[in-house]
């Protein structure tokens, strides 16, 4: 790890402030993703500053709308009634992120900027365009089990790696954004960028700018949503595939729906045709599977990972039958 200075910062001003100032700087909340990219030498800030003192740890619902400060804990928030009550699913993906004592440190604002897990990018010895621009891709051709499926490139194929980020992709949350100019509100689907042919740009966020606060907006049948997760091993794996699902089930025909996959997109990955092709349609499993093809047209194995596509095809199914019974 590469020496390095440390700042603290009691207001978002002056956080701002010394990001502008201060050379190659990154806040630092949690600690959960940034320092294990620096111990790996993957990330290398001459300045960290610590942003725990602002004030920006609210989680409130007001008018069914969900609003989450940036430095919010994950198990807080999982653990809140209100969000447990009206968008279940958000807690349920929290619940299935990492180990209770990570999830008692890591930042909401942190855990939906988390970088990739993929091997290729944590290790500086091997090619990486996400990590060196123009070295080239390891995992195409190499070890792709975890990879993508969806929004993938020549260039890159890594897959986005939070749970949460799934679930707010399927609820059109947004990110509150603040700069030394102002504020702005960002969708989290506009939020990511697929890699195409610059996947080191994984996301819109300015240089100088801090996520201050996450906002989900109303959904009269949020309430019937879930979080399907497939993994590995029972606890502390990130995802094989998964499914955000919320529907809007009146006299057995789909009314509404809202799907997104996680484990299988470069990015959290909205299926909007998937919900569009369900209403008006019997709320069953012939509905489901029509809609599950669809959320995965497009998708491409890279060998190792070929298995991901009617797998999360099965998740996709489950999670809408789960919510539908």
């Known amino acids: 790890m590469n020496p390095f200075a440390f700042a603290r910062a009691d207001s978002v001003g002056v956080a701002l402030a010394t990001v502008t100032q201060a050379p190659n700087a990154r806040f630092i909340a949690g600690g959960t993703n940034i320092l294990d990219l620096m111990k790996d030498d993957v990330e290398r800030p001459e300045t960290l500053i610590d942003i725990n003192a602002l004030p920006l740890r609210s989680i409130e619902v007001r008018n069914g709308e969900l609003f989450i400060g940036a430095l919010a804990r994950m198990s807080d928030v999982a653990a809140h009634a209100d969000v447990r009550r009206t968008f279940p699913m958000i807690a349920i993906a929290l619940e299935e992120s990492a180990s209770p004592q990570l999830r008692n440190m890591a930042s909401m604002g942190g855990n939906v900027l988390q970088r990739t897990r993929c091997p290729y990018f944590r290790d500086p010895a091997t090619p990486c365009n996400k990590r060196n621009p123009g ?27 939070s749970d949460v980020a799934v679930a707010f992709a399927a609820l059109d949350a947004s990110l509150h954004l603040a700069h030394a100019g102002g504020t702005r509100e960002v969708k989290l689907t506009e939020f990511y960028r697929e890699p195409g042919a610059t996947p080191q740009h994984e996301n819109v966020l300015a240089p100088g700018e801090l996520i201050v606060a996450i906002s989900v907006p109303a959904l009269a049948y949020g309430t019937h949503s879930t979080y399907l997760k497939a ?72 060998g190792e990972n070929d298995f991901k596509i009617p797998l999360v095809k099965r998740v996709v199914v489950r999670a809408l039958e789960t919510v539908s019974a």
């Open 135 to 161: 070295s080239g891709c390891g995992a195409i051709g190499g070890y792709n089990r975890m990879q993508a499926v969806l929004g993938t490139s020549s260039h890159c194929i890594a897959a986005h790696a």
């Open 231 to 302: 993994r590995g091993r029972a606890q502390y794996e990130f995802a094989l595939a998964s499914a955000a699902v919320a529907l809007d089930v009146r006299d057995g025909t789909v009314r509404a729906a809202r799907i997104a996959l996680g484990g299988v997109g470069t990015v959290p990955w909205r299926a909007r045709e998937a919900e569009k092709v369900l209403v008006g349609r019997p709320a069953g499993r012939a509905s489901y599977e029509h809609a599950a093809d669809l959320a995965l047209r497009g998708a491409r194995g890279q």
